[in-house]
């Protein structure tokens, strides 16, 4: 199995080689524009998380979970 796994990627490499293979990597969007997704994505994760977050403060989490293993 390591033989398989070492062996692919060492012979993908050696085709790179022989074939001169050149290549430039562009991004599809420009930086500023990741930056402020990335940013949006962390505020709305950070909203989409504060109820549960808020429940678990007050308790309301601990209760139901704690009903659960009651006989």
């Known amino acids: 199995m390591l033989l398989k796994v070492g062996l692919l990627p060492w012979l993908l490499h050696r085709l790179i080689r022989q074939l001169d293979v050149k290549w430039d990597v562009e991004g599809l969007i420009n930086v500023p524009t990741t930056m402020l997704i990335g940013i949006v994505l962390v505020v709305f994760s950070f909203n989409l998380a504060l109820p549960d977050l808020a ?3 007050h308790g309301h989490a601990r209760r139901r979970s704690a009903s659960r293993w009651r006989a």
């Open 55 to 57: 429940a678990r403060e």
